[in-house]
């Protein structure tokens, strides 16, 4: 199994950069060993006007014959041996792609530290396969690269057997890509749609593989046309990962949408600071961080030990959550990935010893669906979140806040509308964050969260966050729910000596 990626450039942007991005030296040949066999990265040219790297995966032959023949006798001998010869394991395009992720890894994922300019750019690039198995044939190929921003998708199919041309074309296509594309999209378009063409994946399935999809297909397959066939075939047709899968991308698609407004959040949310709510030790405490501290005190004094951060954001709550141990398990959920990767990236989640990885996740979930992930919680809290979602959507997350995942409090924060006269940069009658759907006087707050808490069996109290002004009020104001039904159950266990 071959492929090749070439690029051309000129002395001033020299094409051998690509052994940068690649993170592969164009002088020297290396070989790595994957699971399946030893991949090769070699360059047959290198100069400043033309790069090619080819990637060289040898499986194991012996193995592959063995294999070949069990599968040619037909007919399966006993049902472990069948399932173990239908899983393919040589199916050659889900093992270029296990090698391209391996040998390619930070290539895949756009980290070049040496050339990021190089990394994060457009690049003319040049990919051929010279065999690429494809169910579906040349066209199907078409409909999978065409939309991906390549200028020419060439799949040329390859004969049976040259020598006898009546016995037609086999399952194998030629395939040449040509374009101007960034190297990492380039990569994991390569690295989902090479399984997705062979339709046999050679290793199971696991449920993390649906991860893995998202993963790879950030940037371009929430928007594809065939998104449906890749995302089935990728995950072999097993229809309970597809269906996460899909319901997925279109928070993505939602996500993306303003996804530009969460970057510019935490900025604009430190910005609202009140300068006037000084502490002697000099540094304000920004609204955010009084945000913050209210949240944890309301935290503490329900009790709550499992909590859910839902639209966690940059991850700002949680990282606080986990330094005090009472927390022993905190969830932060939020539609943006990006969110979620700032998140993870600020949480240092990657490095945390196990004791503390165990005790924080991150998952993605739009907030106006249930979700039986979010059930069994002694807390949830809702900061700065109900304010960006569109007002018909808000009984949706109402249910499946109160509803559905019904956590024994809620603690709900959104800006004080009155208050806006009091920031001096506002212009009157604005919000204060572009993606806010709108803002609640105190008095419209009162009115949802009332309603809310009589609806769904909870009793609300209010908490002023922030410089309580005489006239208009705090800053932010915050609203604390707790479960009714349970309440009175446990003033009643108490008073039957039960205890809980
Ligand atoms: N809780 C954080 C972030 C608030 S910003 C804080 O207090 O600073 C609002 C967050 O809610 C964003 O990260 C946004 O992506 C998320 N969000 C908005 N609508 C959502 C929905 N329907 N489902 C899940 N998350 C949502």
Not at 250 to 275: I, Q
Not at 386 to 399: C, F, I, K, S, T
Not at 458 to 480: F, I, L, N, R, S
Request: charged share 25%; net charge negative; aromatic share 6%.
């Amino acid at each position: 199994m071959f492929l090749t990626i070439s690029t051309t450039g000129t002395p001033e942007r020299p094409a051998t950069d690509l052994g940068f991005l690649l993170h592969k030296h164009p002088d020297r040949a290396q070989s790595f060993s994957t699971s399946h066999g030893t991949a090769q990265v070699l360059y047959p040219e290198a100069s400043d006007e033309r790069c090619t790297a080819a990637l060289l995966l040898e499986v194991d032959p012996v193995a592959l014959v063995r294999r070949g023949k069990g599968k040619g006798r037909g007919g399966a001998p006993d049902t472990a041996l069948a399932q173990y010869v239908n899983d393919r394991p040589y199916a050659a395009s889900s093992l270029l792609a296990v090698a391209l992720s391996t040998v390619f890894r930070s290539a895949l994922r756009g980290v070049c530290a040496a050339r990021p300019e190089r990394a994060a750019s457009p690049l003319p690039l040049r990919i051929e396969i010279p065999a690429v198995p494809a169910r579906g044939g040349a066209e199907l190929v078409g409909k999978l690269f065409g939309p991906l921003g390549w200028a020419s998708v060439e799949a040329r199919p390859v004969a049976l057997d040259e020598r006898f041309p009546e016995w037609g074309d086999s399952r194998y296509v030629q395939l040449v890509l040509e374009g101007e594309l960034r190297l990492a999209d380039a990569l994991r378009q390569l690295y989902v749609l090479l399984p997705v063409l062979d339709d046999a994946k050679h290793y199971w399935v696991a449920p993390d593989e649906v991860d893995k999809l998202l993963r790879a297909g950030e940037g371009w397959l929430a928007d594809h046309p065939e998104q449906k066939l890749i995302t089935s075939r990728y995950l072999a047709r097993r229809w309970g990962l597809t269906r996460e899968a899909m319901n997925r991308l279109e928070l993505v698609r939602l996500a993306e949408a303003d996804d530009t407004e969460v970057e510019a959040l935490d900025n604009a949310v430190e910005a609202e600071a009140p300068a006037d709510t000084g502490d002697e030790a000099g540094k304000p405490p920004s609204l955010a961080e009084l945000r913050c501290a209210a949240i944890l005190a309301a935290l503490r004094d329900a009790g709550a030990s499992t909590v859910l951060d839902l639209g966690c954001g940059q991850g700002r709550l949680v990282q606080a959550l986990l330094k005090d141990a009472r927390f022993t398990r905190i969830v932060g959920v939020d539609v943006s990935v990006r969110a979620l990767t700032v998140a993870a990236r600020r949480l240092k989640l990657d490095r945390m010893g196990e004791r503390q990885a165990e005790r924080v996740s991150l998952v993605q979930g739009a907030l106006t669906y249930t979700d039986k992930r979010l059930t069994g919680y002694d807390a949830a809290v809702l900061s700065e979140v109900v304010e960006h979602v569109d007002p018909p959507r808000l009984p949706a997350l109402e249910y499946a806040v109160f509803g559905a995942a019904r956590p024994r409090t809620v603690v709900v924060t959104t800006p004080n509308a009155e208050y806006n006269v009091r920031w001096e940069t506002l212009p009157a009658g604005q919000v204060r964050h572009s993606d806010h759907r709108f803002e609640w006087t105190r008095a419209e707050f009162h009115a949802w969260a009332g309603e809310v808490a009589r609806r769904h069996g909870y009793g609300v109290t209010y908490t002023a966050v922030g410089d309580d002004d005489p006239e208009v009020g705090p800053p932010t104001q915050m609203a604390v729910f707790v479960e009714q039904a349970r309440d009175e159950k446990d003033e009643k266990d108490k008073k039957e000596g039960k205890g809980r």
